[in-house]
C-alpha cells in the first residue's frame, strides 16, 4: 500500500510519455448490472486497513513460534478480537482484511496453499480458517468486512530460502504457483510477482476471488495498488510477453494498461454473477495523472497510477467497473507536489457524474512522525491535520468516507492524540 507514497515524491526525472487526454466513455454499461443502493451504503464508511503480509498488524509475531497449536490459535483469536472490540469503540463499520498478502491464502483454498504469516510455514493449516473466524467475530460486532487481496504478488523477496520453501510446496495441494507455473512468473520490485501480460494468469487471479466470493458471506473485495510494481533497479521483464499477446499496441505501456483494464474488468463482471451485493473496489495511488501530462490530470507533480502502475483507474469510475474507489491521499494540506485538498476534491469531481463510491484513504501510520517534508502531522499530536482532513471528506458529498492505513497505528504511542479524538467524532 505504500507503493504510492515511496513513488510520488520519489524524482521525477523519468518522465511518463505525455498523452492524450483519455476520453470520458459512457458512464456505465447500460447491460451491466448496477448493485442495488443497500441501506448500509448511505452510512459513512468509517473503515480500515488490516494488513497480514510480513504480519504488520496480525497475527502477532511471537504467536508463530509457540509450538503448541492449541495456544497458538487462542492467541491469534484473542489478538484478533482485542482488535475488532477497540475497532468498534473506536466507530470503525469496516475492516479490510488482508486475505491474500502475497501467492498465499488466509482460507482453506483450493487453489493457494495455506500462508505462512499464521505458521510460519507455507502449506502447514493453521487450525482454523482465519477468514471464517474474522468474518464471524466481525459481523458479530456490526463491523463489516472487505477481503483485501494483492492481486499480483507471490513473494516479498527473493532469497534462496523462500525459494527453497517455495519449491517445497511440489508435495502439497495445492502447491505453490511459484512451481505450478513458473512460465508466469517475474522478479520485479525485487520480489516475485505473475506478469500481469498472461491471459492465464488473470484468469487464475479471478479464480481465486471466485473462490471467496462463493464461499464466505464477504461484504466487499478490494484490490490494492499494487498492478504492475517495478522499481528502477528491478524493472519487471515482460518483453516476451509483449510480443506474444500486444498485437495491436501502440506501445507497450498502453498494453500493460489494457492488460490492467482486462483484469478490473472480469473481476467485477464474476463478482456480479455470483453475488451481486458483494462491493468490488480498489486502492489505487492517489495520483491518476499529474496535470502537466494530461489536461484532465490533478495539480499535482509525482508517481501516476497510469504511468507508473499502468492503472487507468478514473476509466474504471467512469465505466461503472467499481463500487467504490478508495485512493490514497497519504499526504497533508500543506504538500505542494501531492496537496490532500487538491487531491480529494479531484476524486469528488472524477466521482461525481458516476455511482463509484469515493471513499478516501489517509495516512494514519504518519501521525506523530517527525518529517521534515511533512511537520504537520506531528502538531498537536497530528490532530489538527486529521481535522482538516475528515473535515473536508465530511464537507463534501461525492466523499462517503474515510479508510485508516493502518490498523496497528491505532496502538502506537505516537498516535494516541489522534485516537482520542477519533472515539470522540466517530465513537459510540
Known amino acids: 500500500m505504500l507503493i504510492a507514497a515511496a513513488l510520488l515524491l520519489a524524482s521525477c526525472a523519468s518522465k511518463p510519455p505525455v498523452s492524450l487526454v483519455t476520453p470520458l466513455p ?19 464508511m468509517r473503515g480500515v486497513w488490516l494488513t497480514t503480509v510480513s504480519r504488520l498488524d496480525w497475527p502477532p509475531i511471537a504467536s508463530v513460534n509457540i509450538s503448541n497449536d492449541a495456544v ?4 491469534q483469536k484473542k489478538a484478533l478480537t482485542d482488535k475488532l472490540d477497540k475497532l468498534k469503540s473506536l466507530g470503525i463499520n469496516t475492516v479490510f482484511f488482508q486475505v491474500k498478502p502475497d501467492g498465499t491464502a488466509l482460507w482453506p483454498s483450493k487453489i493457494l496453499p495455506w500462508s505462512d504469516m499464521m505458521t510460519g510455514k507455507i502449506g502447514r493449516d493453521p487450525g482454523y480458517d482465519p477468514l471464517q473466524f474474522m468474518l464471524d467475530e466481525a459481523h458479530r460486532r456490526g463491523i463489516k468486512v472487505h477481503a483485501w487481496f494483492n492481486p499480483y504478488r507471490v513473494t ?15 508435495s502439497q495441494n495445492p502447491a ?24 492465464d494468469a488473470r484468469d487464475w487471479i479471478t479464480s481465486i476471488v471466485a473462490e471467496v466470493v462463493a464461499r464466505y458471506p464477504v461484504d466487499g473485495v478490494q484490490f490494492d495498488d499494487y498492478f504492475y510494481t517495478e522499481s528502477p533497479g528491478s524493472v519487471l521483464n515482460d518483453s516476451q510477453t509483449f510480443r506474444q499477446y500486444g498485437q495491436g499496441f501502440a506501445s507497450k505501456a498502453d498494453w500493460r494498461r489494457h492488460n490492467t483494464q482486462l483484469l478490473i474488468e472480469q473481476v467485477f463482471r464474476t463478482i456480479k454473477q455470483l453475488k451481486p451485493d458483494v462491493e468490488f473496489g480498489v486502492s ?3 495520483v491518476w495523472r499529474n496535470r502537466s ?7 499535482t507533480r509525482g508517481a501516476a497510477a497510469y504511468d507508473e502502475s499502468y492503472a487507468d ?29 487538491v487531491l480529494a476534491k479531484w476524486w469528488a469531481e472524477v466521482v461525481k457524474p458516476t455511482k463509484t463510491r469515493l471513499y478516501i484513504g489517509i495516512a494514519l501510520y504518519k501521525v506523530g512522525e517527525p518529517s521534515k517534508n511533512e511537520p504537520d502531522w506531528t502538531i498537536g499530536g497530528g490532530v489538527p491535520e ?22 496497528n497505528y491505532l496502538n502506537q504511542p505516537q498516535t494516541q492524540e489522534a485516537v482520542n479524538y477519533l472515539r470522540k467524532r466517530w465513537g459510540e
Open 26 to 44: 459512457p458512464v456505465a454499461n447500460p447491460n451491466q448490472p448496477q448493485p442495488p443502493i443497500s441501506p448500509h451504503s448511505q452510512q459513512p
Open 72 to 75: 497458538r490459535i487462542s492467541q
Open 386 to 407: 486529521l481535522k482538516k482532513q475528515l473535515d473536508l471528506n465530511e464537507s463534501l458529498p461525492q466523499i462517503s468516507g474515510t479508510i485508516l492505513f493502518r490498523e
Open 313 to 341: 483507474t478514473r476509466r474504471w469510475v467512469q465505466q461503472g467497473l467499481l463500487d467504490y474507489i478508495a485512493p490514497q491521499i497519504y499526504w497533508p494540506f500543506a504538500r505542494d507536489a501531492a496537496r490532500y485538498d
Open 176 to 199: 505453490s504457483v511459484f512451481v505450478l507455473h513458473r512460465d508466469w512468473i517475474r522478479t520485479s520490485g525485487d520480489r516475485y510477482v505473475l506478469d500481469p501480460g498472461i491471459p
Open 284 to 286: 489505487p495511488a492517489g
Open 156 to 170: 516479498v523477496n527473493t532469497k534462496p530460502g523462500t525459494v527453497a520453501e517455495l519449491n517445497r510446496t511440489l
Open 293 to 299: 501530462h494530461d489536461a484532465a490530470g490533478s495539480d
